[in-house]
């Protein structure tokens, strides 16, 4: 399925993106100051083979053969899980002119087509919530996103149950600290990053962990933390605070002085680790998600 905008620039092509377009894609991130997975081709071609790994589309907008827009979304494994849209990027010169709201409505549509029965998107509280708007998500909650330097250690009854490698993805567990969508992605990217050993990269550490007889998993990828935790724990502050404390400790040990969190609002009122950490950094993430 194709589709085209019709602009004062000519007419702007959406379609999904296949394995010839990736240097369009890194060509059109090289016209501002690319991060992270643009930086260099054989990153462009590393993060959309992965995101095709993991069961995801990408989608870009071309004028006159050249992107001017690009969307990762990735999809669930149940078609009643939201489709997740991990990317969303327009290049600078064609900012404002409703490029992304077409590219997001036409992924959007797909998906519905495809059977999936919602989409949901994470932005920067500030930052295009309007556009998200106007094709149709509603704000569901602001959570905190945050960077933190881990200042000391400290002791945790939480005990190491043994390693995890790629195949024991804890699919039996929630994700309470974290991304909770894409979750194949996330562990796919940590593992497949690690092993390539891409941006300064370090990890994956994956340790099944247990506290007072409850098991968990935590997942430190680069300098993210993820928690998994039987869904009857997630509201569990006392056992949340102890695995965090665990896997501050993990990452100290392994060289990671810097560490990013994003927690539930309600989680992150609770818990007091002033004694080990120190924010540099916190934002607001906004959830945003359409019913189809």
């Known amino acids: 399925m194709e589709q085209f905008v019709y602009t004062n620039e000519g007419r702007v092509l959406l379609r999904e993106a296949d394995q010839d377009d990736i240097t369009k894609i890194y060509e059109m991130y090289q ?66 002119r409703k490029f992304g709201i077409e590219l997001v409505r036409y992924s959007a549509i797909i998906m519905k087509n495809l059977g999936y029965k919602s989409y949901v998107t994470w932005p920067d509280t500030n930052k295009s ?5 106007k094709v149709g998500l509603k704000e569901i909650k602001e959570n905190p996103q945050m960077l933190l330097s881990i200042k ?3 002791n945790t009854e939480v005990k ?45 550490f994956v340790h099944k962990i247990s506290c007072k007889g409850i098991e968990g998993v935590t ?11 039987p869904k009857a724990e997630k509201d569990n502050i006392e056992l949340i605070k102890e695995l965090l404390i665990y896997s501050s400790n993990l990452a100290l040990d ?31 993430r906004l959830e945003m998600k359409m019913e189809f």
Request: charged share 35%; with cysteine.
């Open 129 to 133: 919530k309007g556009l998200y708007k």
């Open 160 to 204: 190491l149950v043994k390693e995890l490698n790629f195949n024991e993805e804890p699919k039996d567990l929630q994700v309470v600290v974290g991304c909770p969508w894409a979750r194949d992605y996330i562990w796919l990217k940590a593992f497949k990053a690690g092993a390539e050993e891409f941006l300064d990269y370090k990890g994956p």
């Open 31 to 96: 016209a501002t100051n690319p991060e992270d997975w643009w930086e260099e081709e054989r990153l462009s071609e590393f993060r959309f083979n992965l995101i095709k790994e993991a069961k995801g589309r990408i989608f870009i907008a071309l004028l006159k053969d050249e992107v001017i827009g690009h969307a990762e979304v990735v999809l669930p494994e149940s078609k009643d899980d939201p489709v997740y849209l991990v990317r969303l990027n327009i290049h600078d010169d064609f900012g404002r």
């Open 254 to 284: 392994n060289g990671i002085e810097s560490i990013h969190i994003n927690i539930k609002d309600k989680l992150w009122s609770q818990l007091d680790l002033s004694d080990i950490w120190e924010i540099d950094k916190e934002e607001e």
């Open 152 to 154: 000391a250690k400290k």
């Open 219 to 229: 997942l430190l990828d680069g300098n993210s933390i993820y928690l998994y935790v």
